[in-house]
């Protein structure tokens, strides 16, 4: 069975399990946790060609709404969230509208955008416990969530629903620079700023720097941008690329580091970057497994020999 992905890799699997209800969760008693590979709409993952075990798709869908508090099942787009909670009066999240995939993933690496990340409205996930097969609740604590990573990437547990908590008076934050020259660009005044014309604006930021994963293959940043020990560094290096955190550290970009070194990769005709964004990797089409890798593989290298700088790869990487 195929693996729909959206860096357009090859991906086949031996099983594939959906889970509609609660009751299927039953079905993973026949199979052993080694084979499990839990799949939302796979715009977040590198895959090799043959998964020899049972991909899991949980295709829970429902909202409940209750006050400012909504729960969601993890099979939801995201997209269907951001505007149901446009539609409902719920604020918050209007900076991570149009990142592609699903409700259960975005836990999974806290995902993140223009200043804000999607852990600040999580009271609590729903999920399958692997290891003790029950259905359990974590509240946001035991979540362990911090920039692009919490405790599902263990891959102990299936996300089965995420309860939100979110604010029902809207106050933007539009402290992002990139968000803020936009907004100053087109005329728009932050002052009387919209809930859905912020939206509408970081759809079009967005539009203008990424590719859509339909028309050129790709997983978003290919790397996480690193946040290492401010005085481990000279204060001149990557200047106007780095932004210091409020203890000690500084997030530095990827995308910065890579266009420093890409003159000296070797990059294969099926792989490129985007034009408009350095940290986005493209599939120009029949790229494999191997040569992403090897790619990856280069670019880490080039980095670390260059800046002593580890650079950490964004998506899953699946091997066989
Ligand atoms: C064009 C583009 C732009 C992007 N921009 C951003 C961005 O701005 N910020 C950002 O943070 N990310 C971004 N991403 C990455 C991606 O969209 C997010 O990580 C998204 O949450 C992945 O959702 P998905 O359903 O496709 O997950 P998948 O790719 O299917 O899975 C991702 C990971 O989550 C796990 N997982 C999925 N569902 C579950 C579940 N129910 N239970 C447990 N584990 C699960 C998988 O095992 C895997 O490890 C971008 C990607 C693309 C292609």
Redesign the pocket.
């Known amino acids: 069975m195929m693996i729909s992905?959206?860096f357009g890799l090859k991906a086949k699997a031996k099983n594939h399990i959906h889970i509609n209800t609660l009751d299927d969760l039953s079905m993973l008693d026949e199979v052993n946790q080694d084979e499990i590979?839990?799949?939302?709409?796979?715009?977040?993952?590198i895959l090799s060609d043959y998964y020899d075990g049972t991909v899991i798709s949980?295709q829970l869908k429902e909202i409940e709404i209750n006050g400012n508090c909504i729960a969601v099942g993890?099979?939801l787009n995201?997209a269907d969230l951001i505007e149901h909670c446009l539609i409902n009066q719920l604020y918050g999240i209007e900076n991570?509208t149009h990142?592609?995939?699903?409700v259960?993933?975005?836990p999974?690496?806290?995902?993140?955008?223009y200043g804000v990340e999607i852990s600040s409205f999580i009271r609590s996930i729903e999920?399958f416990n692997l290891s003790t097969r029950k259905v359990e609740t974590l509240n946001n604590d035991q979540c362990e969530f911090s920039y692009?990573h919490s405790i599902?990437?263990l891959?102990n547990?299936?996300?089965?629903k995420v309860n939100f908590i979110f604010n029902k008076s809207f106050e933007p934050n539009l402290s992002y620079p990139a968000l803020s020259d936009f907004l100053k660009d087109n005329s728009i005044d932050s002052s009387s700023i919209t809930p859905r014309a912020l939206s509408e604006s970081i759809k079009d930021i967005?539009n203008s720097k990424?590719?859509?994963?339909k028309l050129l293959p790709?997983?978003?940043?290919i790397f996480k941008n690193p946040i290492l020990r401010t005085n481990d560094f000279d204060r001149t290096f990557l200047v106007g690329h780095r932004w210091d955190q409020a203890d000690g550290y500084s997030k530095f970009s990827a995308a910065r580091l890579v266009e420093l070194i890409k003159p000296e990769l070797i990059i294969p005709n099926t792989l490129g970057f985007y034009a408009n964004h350095s940290l986005?990797l493209i599939n120009n089409g029949g790229a494999s497994f191997d040569e992403v890798i090897n790619l990856l593989n280069q670019i880490q290298s080039k980095i670390y020999e260059q800046f002593k700088i580890q650079l950490v790869i964004?998506?899953?990487i699946i091997g066989s």
């Open positions: 992905n959206s590979l839990i799949l939302g709409a796979g715009t977040n993952v949980v993890a099979g995201w991570l990142i592609p995939g699903s259960g993933a975005a999974v690496q806290n995902i993140g955008a999920c692009r599902f990437q891959k547990y299936i996300i089965l967005r990424l590719p859509d994963p790709n997983v978003g940043s986005v964004e998506p899953e």
